[in-house]
């Protein structure tokens, strides 16, 4: 799940977080989430991985978009992208060692886990076009 914020000055940051050595690239920055549990959909799945892995996910949320990235014929990712009215979020178990809110113009700045990096330009996309 990419959580999108938008400060008052109009500048769009989205939560990072820095995978731990426990997890798959370990040390990379990605975005909350994990495997669906049987018959869980996307949203509901990411939710539930962004709860365990950063923080109870504000009430207060909008679903922006959604993107599929498929790198096998038998496993895929789909990131919801999701609009909250303020920063939230801390490392809350092993599988993270940091979150961060980073502007969206330095998110490649940041050494990206593989599958978030190849998906991170059709995900720009879903920020950019949230109402400025």
């Known amino acids: 799940m990419l959580f999108v914020v938008r400060e008052p000055n109009r ?3 989205v939560m ?5 050595a426990f997890a798959h690239e370990g ?3 990605s975005c909350a989430g994990g ?3 049987e018959g869980e959909s996307p949203y509901s799945g990411a939710l539930r991985e962004a709860s365990e892995e950063v923080g109870a996910v504000p009430l207060e949320h ?3 978009g959604e993107h599929v990235f498929s790198p ?3 496993w895929q990712y789909t990131t919801v992208v999701i609009q909250v009215d303020e920063r939230f979020g801390s490392s809350l178990n092993f599988e993270t060692d940091a979150v961060d809110w980073v502007r969206v113009d330095a998110v ?7 599958g978030f990096a190849a998906a991170w ?12």
């Open 108 to 114: 490649d700045e940041r050494e990206l886990h593989a």
């Open 62 to 64: 909008r679903v922006i």
């Open 35 to 37: 495997a669906l549990d």
């Open 72 to 74: 096998a014929h038998d």
């Open 11 to 13: 500048d769009a940051f």
């Open 27 to 29: 040390g990379t920055w």
């Open 121 to 132: 330009p059709n995900l720009r996309a879903i920020v950019d076009s949230i109402d400025r």
């Open 16 to 20: 990072l977080q820095k995978r731990s």
